[in-house]
Nanobody, 124 residues
Framework: QVQLVESGGGLVQAGGSLRLSCAAS????????VGWFRQAPGKEREFVAA????????YYADSVKGRFTISRDNAKNTVYLQMNSLKPEDTAVYYC?????????????????WGKGTLVTVSS
C-alpha cells in the first residue's frame, strides 16, 4: 500500500520558517516527480513546487519563488519543502504528491499518489 505522509506543519509568525517533510512507503519515490500543493480554506488546491526524479530540476509557483526550496533524499525516500519568509497568505493545508511524469506534476488531475496533508498557519 502506497502512503505519502507529510509532517512539519504548524503555527508560525509571519517572517518565520518551517520545513515540511514527505515520507513515502510502499513506493520508491526516486521513480517519481514529487510535488507540493496547497489548499487554503474556500480555495482550490494549487501547485507550489516540484522536483524531478534525480533532484536536478525544480519548479516553483511564482508566489513562492525565492522563499521556498524543494529538495529530496532518495536514500531516505523523503522529499522536503523548506519555507522561509512565510506570509499569512501561505496559510493552507500542504499536500505532498507524486507523479510519474514531469508533464503532469503541476496538475491535480495528473497525480498518481497524494498525501493527506499537513496544516501550515502563518499569523500576522
Amino acid at each position: 500500500q502506497v502512503q505519502l505522509v507529510e509532517s512539519g506543519g504548524g503555527l508560525v509568525q509571519a517572517g518565520g520558517s518551517l520545513r515540511l517533510s514527505c515520507a513515502a512507503s510502499g513506493v520508491t519515490l526516486s521513480s517519481y516527480w514529487v510535488g507540493w500543493f496547497r489548499q487554503a480554506p474556500g480555495k482550490e488546491r494549487e501547485f507550489v513546487a516540484a522536483i524531478s526524479w534525480s533532484g536536478t530540476t525544480t519548479y516553483y509557483a511564482d508566489s513562492v519563488k525565492g522563499r521556498f526550496t524543494i529538495s529530496r533524499d532518495n536514500a531516505k525516500n523523503t522529499v522536503y519543502l523548506q519555507m522561509n519568509s512565510l506570509k499569512p497568505e501561505d496559510t493552507a493545508v500542504y499536500y505532498c504528491a507524486a507523479a510519474s511524469s514531469g508533464a503532469t506534476i503541476y496538475n491535480v488531475n495528473g497525480i498518481d499518489y497524494w498525501g493527506k496533508g499537513t496544516l501550515v498557519t502563518v499569523s500576522s
